[in-house]
């Protein structure tokens, strides 16, 4: 056998292992993969497994399939003179890849205005007091197919009105004071509180610090003190306050 004849078919297989290897992808559950043709446009979608693409050749783009999560904030009138700020966690899924993947480079503008649209429809349809107390604000899921996506639930986070151009009539019970003021979720509250606390905690680190640097003695006495209440059943453990502070 012609030894060039030889060097044609080594060069042939190693292409064609490296054809191999560059084209073939693995796909978790999780995901769906669109593959589009970069001559003809076509595009076709692919499921969980391993899958062979041609290299160069294909554009392959992967799309998250679970159930997503996302905070919104918009502005909307609640009347004609009062302002309604309104933030709202959003849960949604892809179902349609193809069509999530044209609209990707705007998808959080578009979903913002239909999370808006149902704001407003919600909005003109409820009064103040009711709408601060809607957990979901749909209770079917609403298939959006110009983003290819499924909208599970919109549930409300916190929502604040302007009254600053209103005339407030004088309250004449605590559940109309309620009302007037911003209302959050337990969830919310809770995350503030936590932030409320660390922040704290760092505040406090930072002057236990710089009083140990600039007044070392007394806080080696104030160290003790807390030592003490924390370890001492009861006043008669206590040493006197000569002996603490040596």
Do not use: C
């Amino acid at each position: 056998m012609p030894t060039n004849y030889v060097k044609k078919i080594v060069v042939l297989v190693l292409l064609s292992i490296i054809i191999l290897i560059l084209g073939t992808i693995s796909i978790d559950k999780r995901e769906n993969v669109v593959v589009t043709n970069i001559f003809t446009k076509k595009e076709s979608v692919l499921t969980s497994g391993i899958h062979f693409t041609w290299p160069v050749l294909e554009r392959v783009n992967y799309i998250f399939m679970n159930k997503r999560e996302g905070l919104f904030t918009v502005n909307l009138p609640f009347n004609d003179a009062t302002k309604a700020e309104i933030s709202v966690a959003i849960q949604w899924q892809v179902i349609n890849p193809q069509t999530y993947l044209a609209v990707n480079e705007n998808f959080h503008k578009m979903l913002a205005n239909k999370v808006t649209e149902i704001l407003e429809t919600r909005i003109k349809t409820t009064d103040l007091s009711t709408f601060n107390q809607l957990n979901d604000l749909i209770s079917n899921p609403l298939i959006e197919n110009d983003l290819g996506i499924e909208i599970i639930n919109i549930s409300l986070n916190q929502i604040k009105i302007d009254l600053s151009s209103v005339k407030i009539k004088a309250i004449t019970s605590v559940e109309s004071a309620v009302v007037s003021k911003s209302q959050i979720s337990i969830e919310s509250a809770y995350y503030q509180a936590q932030m409320l606390k660390l922040n704290t905690d760092l505040e406090q680190a930072s002057m236990y610090q710089s009083l140990s640097n600039t007044e070392s003695s007394f806080y080696s006495f104030f160290r003790k003190l807390q030592v003490y209440k924390m370890n001492a059943r009861s006043n008669d453990d206590l040493p006197s306050i000569d002996d603490l502070y040596k």
